[in-house]
């Protein structure tokens, strides 16, 4: 398996504009989590999903934020319109159930806004 | 909910001697403790994870211990390479995994040659 795969890998844009990010879980993982890495805030959960349903989304941080997981081999997280404090690397990670073997993350996209 | 908090922030120390990062957490209904190796450029990766029946497991060079009447938890690397090198996270959660991880803020390790 190729992992979970995250693209794009690095992503400018300018304030105002609309972000999508993307990830593919691995086959077989039923749970997807989307979290954001800062220097001062480290790792937090935005959201997660179940069998493509969206269980908790009380991390993200404002309704600019939005994701959706149409199938179970994609999903998206979206930010409209773009701040430049929504700078940050954003992780997909994906589990089996029960979290057996634990979480496998996405090498992350690393979101500028300028 | 559950908070992690994960000691120290950075940690230097000469290969081969041994480095501990500890954390502790809030919840004591958590049953899953993972810790996360990341390296430069790369996403978290999983290198040992203990649940609360066990007090501790070992892999190699790598060992986490579990207290769970103090709430603590700690990583114990030995015998440190230059490789040892990255940011190391530790995390907890209920139910083994499929809720989700609360994660300390990281520890930079640097193991000096």
């Known amino acids: 398996d190729a992992g979970v795969i995250q693209s794009p890998r690095h992503e400018v844009t300018e304030m105002g504009q609309e972000v999508t990010l993307r990830c593919k879980p691995i086959?077989?993982?039923?749970?997807l989590f989307w979290y954001r890495q800062t220097m001062m805030r480290g790792l937090e959960l935005l959201i997660y999903?179940?069998?493509?349903?969206?269980?908790?989304d009380s991390g993200m941080p404002e309704d600019r934020f939005s994701a959706k997981m149409p199938n179970a081999s994609f999903s998206t997280l979206k930010i409209q319109p773009s701040e430049p404090r929504d700078s940050a690397v954003y992780f997909c990670?994906?589990?089996?159930?029960?979290?057996?073997?634990?979480?496998?993350f996405g090498s992350g996209t690393r979101l500028t806004v300028v | 909910g559950e908070n992690v908090e994960q000691h120290p922030s950075t940690l230097s120390v000469q290969e081969g001697d041994s480095a501990v990062i500890k954390c502790t957490y809030s919840?004591?209904?958590?049953?899953?403790f993972p810790w996360y190796k990341q390296e430069l450029g790369k996403g978290p990766q999983l290198i040992i994870d203990i649940r609360s029946n066990v007090g501790e497991k070992k892999d190699q060079r790598i060992a986490v211990t579990l207290n769970k009447t103090a709430k603590h938890f700690s990583l114990h690397i030995t015998e440190t390479q230059p490789e040892d090198s990255a940011v190391y996270f530790c995390a907890a959660s209920l139910n083994s995994g499929n809720t989700p991880l609360v994660f300390g803020k990281g520890t930079r390790l640097s193991v000096i040659a």
């Open positions: 919840d004591s209904a958590s049953n899953y």
């Open positions: 990670a994906s589990s089996l159930p029960a979290g057996v073997g634990g979480y496998t």
């Open positions: 086959s077989g993982h039923d749970y």
């Open positions: 999903f179940n069998n493509n349903v969206p269980i908790d």
